[in-house]
């Protein structure tokens, strides 16, 4: 499997309450008070939410996000995962040298192209 980046866009209203004698003037003092959004430390790293300066200014973000790009980050052909519940899976080695994955979770078992199988056909069958 390959590791990805996923990355989406989202709207965010912001709002900053200023005081001014017009529209045009309140937009222009927002304008200049705030001109940027800040990145804010939180929710494992320095550069996930967004912050603001003062109680006077807020952003909100209440919108679906559109994710319109995606980047490779890792290909690892080792990691395989169930398609099910999206554990890792673990590799089994059968009496046979053939390879299968199960899930710890679920307990499927796969093969290398994540058809279903059955761990049985891959050990000796002891008769008794
Ligand atoms: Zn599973």
């Given at each position: ?25 309140a ?19 320095c ?7 003062g ?5 909100a ?43 710890p ?24």
């Amino acid at each position: 499997m390959k590791l990805y980046r996923v990355l989406g866009n989202t709207v965010v209203s912001v709002f900053k309450e200023v005081w001014a004698n017009s529209k045009d003037e309140a937009i222009e003092r927002a304008c200049e008070e705030l001109h940027c959004l800040t990145e804010y430390c939180g929710n494992g790293g320095c550069d996930k939410l967004v912050g603001v300066d003062g109680s006077d200014e807020s952003v909100a973000a209440d919108d679906k996000i559109e994710w319109d790009d995606v980047e490779e980050l890792e290909d690892d052909p080792d990691h395989r995962e169930c398609p099910n519940c999206h554990e890792e899976l673990d590799e089994v080695t059968g009496d046979n040298g053939e390879t299968y994955w199960e899930c710890p979770e679920c307990g499927t078992c796969y093969d290398e192209d994540y058809e279903v199988v059955d761990p049985e056909d891959y050990f000796d069958e002891d008769e008794e």
